[in-house]
């Protein structure tokens, strides 16, 4: 293999270029990325930058001269527009790259609202440019209005909270996070919100955003209406595969591929929100649309388009992910669609807890909120398909053990 | 000298993966915060370990310093 080509910039995408490098791949490398900004980490994005404890140039993960180092072409505000795969090559703004591997990491994108008119002071958050605008637009002490409850959301709510702005919750659905967590835990999220001040009004259909010119009030489909000088549309995102129609791949939201990351033609892989694969964890296809797994996918799409088609190995990816909001943790690992939810330790009222979820007889799933340790141990027992009744003996009021901070 | 290992508090994002690979070595606090079990060197069976830890944490916080 002598021309890689890695499309997408964020963090699967990097770390795969990354990881080719360090296992000594040395051919040509090439990374291209949409956006004009350097690589740059998402998390902070909606964390620390908006409750203003980092600056937003702090997200940058790498400068020029580390990828100068590596010898690694990047590519940046460049738009693969189209795959072509009996030539082996990608249209990058109009001109061919050819590759002989090829790494798909193009991620995902937020939706948005069909109400959505371009009215100022409505935002969604994805990017470094869109942390940049929410976070100006928190310090003119508007009232905020958050449009879906999930955890970017959740986390905007949060943020504003802290800087002591009036918020309040729009979710479409009967509770928050019942796709990500199911309807018994999301309801324990909207208690967190309410606990901080902050209203989560659920079933709540947004009809229109009203205004001139300006975001004024939030219309909702019963006819009532909110105020809002700030409104930020946390509603999911979708896999960024629009590039690769026609091109031979299978795109069923997002790009299907086999459990070892390989997208269907050879040195052809894929990594992070823009996956679709057989997780043998679970037993499901499914796509992930968190950091550690784009991480983890990244470095792992890399060795099997190394390992070449009979070295691949397949990808078991846990789904891990965390969110901070009003200073509280709350990580999750596997998956929610379960026989039962089970609280093995803590109070769902004192935001202290961990909850299990059964699949059939297995450990699938795990939710905590301030309980990172107790969290841990049950992710490793789901990494290892631990059976229910044993993982429920080995959690339930487990003892932690002895420990010594350092200074 | 014994290895050491080093970390970067700020990029620590609580995944816990350090604590599953070399659980003599690194522990969680009740706010998600690591903690290093023992700070002063590392015994010679936790050096492996560590250095997995080390590879596979997604945040890329912790280095692993082993003197000549």
């Known amino acids: ?407 | 000298m014994p290895a050491h290992v080093k970390v970067d508090w700020d990029r620590c994002v609580g995944s816990g993966m350090c604590l599953s690979i070399a659980p003599s070595v690194f522990d969680l606090d009740d706010d998600g915060n690591m903690l290093l079990l023992h700070g002063d060197g590392l015994a010679a069976d936790e050096v492996d370990p560590v250095r997995d830890a080390v590879a596979c944490c997604p945040a890329e916080a912790l280095e692993l310093l082993e003197e000549q």
């Open chain 1, 1 to 407: 293999m002598k021309r890689v080509v890695v499309v997408g910039a964020g963090i699967a995408g990097l770390r795969a270029a990354e990881a080719l490098r360090s296992a000594g791949y040395d051919g040509r490398l090439t990374l291209v990325g949409a956006e004009e900004e350097e690589p740059y980490d998402r998390p902070p994005l909606s964390k620390e930058v908006l409750t203003g404890t980092r600056a937003p140039e702090l997200a940058y993960l790498r400068d020029r001269a580390h990828f100068v180092q590596l010898d690694i072409d990047v590519l940046l505000g460049a738009t693969a527009e189209s795959l072509d795969l009996s030539r082996r090559s990608v249209t990058v703004d109009g001109s061919a790259l050819p590759f002989d591997g090829l790494l798909i990491a193009t991620g995902s994108a937020p939706r948005t609202l069909p109400a959505a008119e371009r009215l100022e002071g409505v935002h969604v958050l994805r990017s470094l440019a869109d942390a940049r605008a929410v976070r100006a637009a928190l310090e003119g002490s508007p009232r905020v209005v958050i449009v879906g409850a999930g955890f970017i959301g959740g986390e905007v709510a949060a943020a504003a909270r802290g800087r002591g702005l009036e918020v309040t919750i729009l979710e479409a659905q009967a509770a928050p996070l019942v796709r990500v967590l199911g309807e018994q835990m999301g309801a324990a999220c909207a208690g967190l919100h309410r606990d901080h001040g902050v209203p989560v009004i659920t079933g709540a259909a947004v009809a229109a955003l009203e205004g001139d010119g300006r975001v004024e009030r939030v219309r909702l489909a019963d006819g009532s209406a909110i105020d809002a000088d700030l409104v930020v549309v946390g509603i999911g995102v979708a896999p960024e595969v629009g590039w690769l129609a026609g091109s031979g791949l299978t795109l069923d939201d997002g790009v299907l591929c086999d459990a070892g990351l390989n997208a269907g033609a050879p040195g052809v892989f894929a990594a992070g929100d823009a996956v679709r694969w057989p997780n043998r964890l679970f037993g499901v296809t499914m796509r992930c649309e968190q950091w550690t797994n784009a991480v983890e996918q990244g470095r792992h799409a890399a060795a099997n388009m190394l390992a070449g088609p009979d070295g691949a190995a397949p990808f078991a990816g846990s789904n891990y992910f965390w969110s901070d909001q009003y200073g509280i943790r709350i990580q999750f690992a596997g998956i929610p669609s379960s026989d039962s939810v089970q609280l093995v330790s803590g109070d769902l009222g004192e935001h202290r807890f961990l909850a299990l979820y059964r699949g059939g007889e297995r450990l699938v799933g795990a939710l905590a909120m301030r309980a990172p340790r107790e969290l841990t141990r049950a992710k490793l027992l789901i990494e290892r398909g631990t059976a229910w009744h044993a993982a429920l003996a080995e959690l339930a009021g487990a003892e932690a053990p002895a420990r010594v901070a350092l200074p």
